[in-house]
């Protein structure tokens, strides 16, 4: 009796560790897909962030005495350099051109700004009372 209870419990072990592995290949697999399935949308939408089509939404605006004016925000798409000409769609569907005198990203200056990065760029013929937040900055 005693050694069919053992070859029972030695039966049930068995079951549950295949069960436990084929669970974690499944997982494992899982990660594999979502690992290309990333990579491969971040290889196309670098070549879509290449093409040029800047995009920021402004998310707050600064005055800089001396310097001029400040907007922060997340680049959604594109790239911008300094020294490049940007146009401002204001909300109420007014259109101004600006030049990018500076740009910085968490305290350090940058020279290109690409996609996905939070930052700041140092406009010179624009004015604090001029921009307010969800304004866009494209080029």
């Given at each position: 009796?005693?050694?069919?209870?053992?070859?029972?419990?030695?039966?049930?072990?068995?079951?549950?560790?295949?069960?436990?592995?084929?669970?974690?290949?499944?997982?494992?697999?899982?990660?594999?897909?979502?690992?290309?399935?990333?990579?491969?949308?971040?290889?196309?939408?670098?070549?879509?962030?290449?093409?040029?089509?800047?995009?920021?939404?402004?998310?707050?605006?600064?005055?800089?005495?001396?310097?001029?004016?400040?907007?922060?925000?997340?680049?959604?798409?594109?790239?911008?350099?300094?020294?490049?000409?940007?146009?401002?769609?204001?909300?109420?569907?007014?259109?101004?051109?600006?030049?990018?005198?500076?740009?910085?990203?968490?305290?350090?200056?940058m020279d290109i700004a690409e996609a996905g990065q939070n930052i700041g760029l140092?406009?010179?013929?624009?004015?604090?009372?001029?921009?307010?937040?969800?304004?866009?900055?494209?080029?």
């Amino acid at each position: 009796m005693i050694l069919v209870i053992i070859i029972l419990m030695a039966i049930i072990i068995i079951f549950l560790l295949a069960f436990i592995l084929k669970s974690n290949s499944i997982s494992n697999s899982n990660k594999e897909d979502n690992y290309e399935r990333n990579s491969n949308y971040r290889m196309e939408s670098d070549n879509f962030y290449s093409s040029g089509n800047f995009e920021m939404e402004i998310e707050d605006v600064f005055a800089i005495t001396g310097r001029g004016t400040v907007v922060t925000g997340l680049v959604k798409r594109g790239v911008i350099k300094k020294g490049d000409k940007v146009f401002i769609k204001k909300l109420n569907g007014s259109v101004s051109e600006d030049t990018v005198a500076g740009i910085e990203s968490f305290r350090k200056r940058m020279d290109i700004a690409e996609a996905g990065q939070n930052i700041g760029l140092l406009l010179k013929k624009s004015s604090k009372n001029e921009l307010q937040k969800g304004d866009r900055i494209t080029q």
